[in-house]
């Protein structure tokens, strides 16, 4: 019997002890940086030749870490490797498999700020932010131990019918393709991988290309645990080629994606074609961007939307696909929340985690995002007003862009509809709580949303018709936690699915009815 399933605690980092150990599990964690790391397939490790170099994006010329660069006959070989593995996995008992997911959460809760330190170094996240993401995948692996044994056997909930003995069993589906993104790379990699694995799948594993450190890092916790071969396969290499070919391959039973509505919808679209040999529809779960909003209306507690405003928008330089990045404010007050979220913004810090332990922004994670936010925040000086911020580092010294407000912005213009992904906010006026919920919906997304009101009906009006996965009344709009706010979002932002939540893992199973006549 297990205890109840609690959220990992957050690390008090106002305490001494908590920095001086964060600081020596960073300090440990440097001097693994340079290595190279192999591709894992069916147990065994396989070097390549080729190989590409995971950046520390507060400084673009280390690397961190060097990946084997595969192939699409790598995929290919992985799939093979997790298709044979499936046929003894799939009959492992469920408590067993519960099992391994516990022995690697108390690891890593063991190694937490390791693991939190690499993804200062990898990804450019602060220590909270960072030290959030480690305890969010202590949470998955805890929380889908728990719901599995629960699943298990559902027996119980038919109806009872007297004339035979009945069984319900949610049993696994085959092999699953796992393609995390980068911006929560313990986090949503360690539970996408986790639920697949205890629900009796096999996996291959394909992180981003700017995460594999921490990803391998996951993957070695389970293999030390002793998980048979086979079952979690890593294979690193670009995303179209190796991605691409997980989702094609006619061995692929299902796909668990989060990233990009762009990628997001080609994939769905691969998968759905039925490829020559192949037994099943393949089920994709996809998990997408967003376009997330906060509407303050003139019955609110104004500091405590610009403090929800601006946490949400910023943390993590705006690179979570839950941020913030379109305030809609009523009419009325519009001109005191815009100075209050331009006063908080200006507090903000940026620099390097690495170095400042009190750093609020990092660098945002690569080049290209660099560059596409740069993109954006000129788009922005033609279609609103610049409030503050718009200015960047020098990309040869980490990718740093500065918190940017624009105030003024249109409902329909680009900076209020495309997904930036970085640290750029639009303030949008709405003449009243009607208007801010008809621009709240107004785009093709439908993940997080917020309402900052202190008007009861309004509230429930949101309720019914903000149509978003997660919604927040009066708090900010990040940092959903697992089993307390299952997560996931509507329309283009994904395939509707909760993860964290109670029933996640149907996804990643199939249920057999069994009757059998008394
Ligand atoms: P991305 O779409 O660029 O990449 C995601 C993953 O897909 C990576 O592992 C990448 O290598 C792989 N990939 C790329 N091309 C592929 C292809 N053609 N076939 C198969 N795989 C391919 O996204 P990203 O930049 O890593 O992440 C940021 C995006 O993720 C944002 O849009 C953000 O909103 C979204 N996101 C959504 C959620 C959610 O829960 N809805 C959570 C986190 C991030």
Same mark, same amino acid.
């Given at each position: 019997?297990?205890?109840?399933?609690?959220?990992?605690?957050?690390?008090?980092?106002?305490?001494?002890?908590?920095?001086?150990?964060?600081?020596?599990?960073?300090?440990?964690?440097?001097?693994?940086?340079?290595?190279?790391?192999?591709?894992?397939?069916?147990? /065994?490790?396989?070097?390549? /030749?080729?190989?590409?170099?995971?950046?520390?994006?507060?400084?673009?010329?280390?690397?961190?870490?060097?990946?084997?660069?595969?192939?699409?006959?790598?995929?290919?070989?992985?799939?093979?490797?997790?298709?044979?593995?499936?046929?003894?996995?799939?009959?492992?008992?469920?408590?067993?498999?519960?099992?391994?997911?516990?022995?690697?959460?108390?690891?890593?809760?063991?190694?937490?700020?390791?693991?939190?330190?690499?993804?200062?170094?990898?990804?450019?996240?602060?220590?909270?932010?960072?030290?959030?993401?480690?305890?969010?995948?202590?949470?998955?692996?805890?929380?889908?131990?728990?719901?599995?044994?629960?699943?298990?056997?559902?027996?119980?909930?038919?109806?009872?019918?007297?004339?035979?003995?009945?069984?319900?069993?949610?049993?696994?589906?085959?092999?699953?393709?796992?393609?995390?993104?980068?911006?929560?790379?313990?986090?949503?990699?360690?539970?996408?991988?986790?639920?697949?694995?205890?629900?009796?799948?096999?996996?291959?594993?394909?992180?981003?290309?700017?995460?594999?450190?921490?990803?391998?890092?996951?993957?070695?916790?389970?293999?030390?645990?002793?998980?048979?071969?086979?079952?979690?396969?890593?294979?690193? !290499?670009?995303?179209?080629?190796?991605?691409?070919?997980?989702?094609?391959?006619?061995?692929?039973?299902?796909?668990?994606?989060?990233?990009?509505?762009?990628?997001?919808?080609?994939?769905?679209?691969?998968?759905?074609?039925?490829?020559?040999?192949?037994?099943?529809?393949?089920?994709?779960?996809?998990?997408? !961007?967003?376009?997330?909003?906060?509407?303050?209306?003139?019955?609110?507690?104004?500091?405590?939307?610009?403090?929800?405003?601006?946490?949400?928008?910023?943390?993590?330089?705006?690179?979570?696909?839950?941020?913030?990045?379109?305030?809609?404010?009523?009419?009325?007050?519009?001109?005191?929340?815009?100075?209050?979220?331009?006063?908080?913004? $200006?507090?903000?810090?940026?620099?390097?985690?690495?170095?400042?332990?009190?750093?609020?922004?990092?660098?945002?994670?690569? /080049?290209?995002?660099?560059?596409?936010? $740069?993109?954006?925040?000129?788009?922005?000086?033609?279609?609103?007003?610049?409030?503050?911020?718009?200015?960047?580092?020098?990309?040869?010294?980490?990718?740093?862009?500065?918190?940017?407000?624009?105030?003024?912005?249109?409902?329909?213009?680009?900076?209020?509809?495309?997904?930036?992904?970085?640290?750029?906010?639009?303030?949008?006026?709405?003449?009243?709580?009607?208007?801010?919920?008809?621009?709240?919906?107004?785009?093709?997304?439908?993940?997080?949303?917020?309402?900052?009101?202190?008007?009861?009906?309004?509230?429930?009006?949101? $309720?019914?018709?903000?149509?978003?996965?997660?919604?927040?009344?009066?708090?900010?709009?990040?940092?959903?936690?697992?089993?307390?706010?299952?997560?996931?979002?509507?329309?283009?932002?994904?395939?509707?699915?909760?993860?964290?939540?109670?029933?996640?893992?149907?996804?990643?199973?199939?249920?057999?009815?069994?009757?059998?006549?008394?």
């Amino acid at each position: 019997m297990l205890p109840p399933f609690r959220n990992e605690p957050l690390t008090d980092f106002s305490r001494p002890e908590n920095q001086a150990a964060f600081q020596a599990a960073l300090d440990q964690v440097k001097q693994e940086i340079g290595r190279t790391y192999p591709l894992v397939i069916g147990g /065994q490790r396989l070097e390549l /030749q080729e190989t590409f170099p995971s950046l520390n994006p507060s400084q673009p010329s280390q690397a961190v870490a060097h990946f084997a660069n595969g192939a699409a006959s790598h995929a290919d070989q992985a799939i093979e490797a997790a298709a044979q593995a499936f046929e003894t996995w799939k009959s492992t008992p469920v408590a067993v498999r519960a099992r391994f997911l516990l022995d690697v959460a108390a690891e890593m809760r063991r190694r937490k700020h390791e693991f939190s330190a690499v993804m200062v170094l990898e990804v450019g996240k602060n220590r909270a932010e960072a030290d959030a993401d480690t305890a969010e995948a202590i949470d998955f692996l805890e929380y889908y131990a728990r719901q599995m044994m629960r699943l298990a056997d559902s027996s119980s909930q038919l109806v009872p019918f007297d004339a035979e003995h009945l069984g319900l069993y949610y049993i696994p589906l085959g092999v699953g393709a796992v393609i995390p993104p980068w911006n929560f790379p313990n986090a949503i990699t360690t539970g996408m991988t986790a639920a697949a694995i205890v629900a009796g799948n096999t996996v291959v594993l394909k992180p981003a290309e700017q995460s594999p450190w921490v990803a391998y890092k996951m993957c070695e916790l389970f293999w030390n645990a002793g998980l048979p071969a086979g079952v979690l396969n890593f294979v690193t !290499g670009p995303g179209e080629v190796v991605g691409g070919r997980m989702v094609e391959h006619p061995k692929t039973r299902f796909i668990a994606f989060t990233g990009s509505r762009a990628v997001g919808t080609e994939i769905y679209e691969k998968a759905s074609r039925v490829q020559p040999g192949q037994l099943w529809l393949k089920r994709s779960i996809l998990e997408m !961007g967003g376009k997330d909003a906060i509407i303050v209306d003139e019955t609110a507690d104004l500091e405590a939307a610009a403090e929800g405003i601006v946490t949400s928008a910023f943390g993590f330089q705006g690179q979570k696909c839950s941020a913030c990045s379109r305030a809609i404010i009523v009419n009325d007050v519009y001109e005191t929340v815009a100075e209050r979220v331009i006063a908080r913004t $200006r507090r903000l810090t940026v620099g390097n985690p690495v170095e400042n332990p009190a750093v609020d922004l990092g660098p945002v994670i690569d /080049q290209e995002a660099f560059d596409r936010i $740069r993109q954006y925040i000129e788009i922005g000086h033609g279609e609103g007003e610049l409030l503050i911020g718009g200015g960047s580092s020098n990309p040869e010294d980490g990718y740093f862009v500065e918190p940017t407000i624009f105030g003024e912005v249109a409902p329909d213009a680009r900076l209020a509809q495309e997904e930036i992904f970085g640290p750029v906010l639009a303030l949008i006026r709405a003449r009243d709580f009607d208007h801010a919920l008809e621009i709240a919906n107004g785009t093709v997304y439908g993940l997080t949303g917020g309402v900052y009101s202190n008007d009861r009906l309004r509230l429930e009006r949101a $309720r019914e018709e903000f149509h978003v996965g997660n919604l927040y009344f009066n708090r900010k709009i990040t940092g959903a936690q697992v089993g307390v706010h299952p997560f996931g979002g509507f329309n283009m932002s994904g395939t509707d699915s909760k993860a964290g939540g109670p029933d996640y893992l149907l996804l990643f199973t199939q249920a057999k009815s069994v009757a059998e006549r008394l």
